[in-house]
């Protein structure tokens, strides 16, 4: 089957009907997570340096921009109990990431 080309405004449609992407749900379980042990749970997991910290579904969920050393800025998800990371988006995490065994 050949391959059509969408013209500009078909394009433009398909974006708009795919909707903005969904912030990451909550499990039922979630419990709020206090930004200082958000942010522990991401330094303990990825190398780097938080840019921004924001509590998202009335607090039961942190949102973290996470600079990472090679420049690269993940968007990561967290809630409580403990540190359960929902969501982590961005070009570099597998380089940015502790390993376990190296972790502190």
Known sequence: M???PLRPAAAA???VLAGPAQAAEPPP???PLPPEAALACAAARYRGAALRLEPRAGGLVQELRWLTPA???LRITLTGPGCR???VHG????EARIPPGNRP
């Open 2 to 4: 050949p391959v059509v």
């Open 13 to 15: 449609l398909v974006l």
């Open 29 to 31: 379980d979630a419990v």
């Open 71 to 73: 420049g690269n800025v």
């Open 85 to 87: 990371f929902l969501e």
């Open 91 to 94: 070009v570099g995490q597998t």
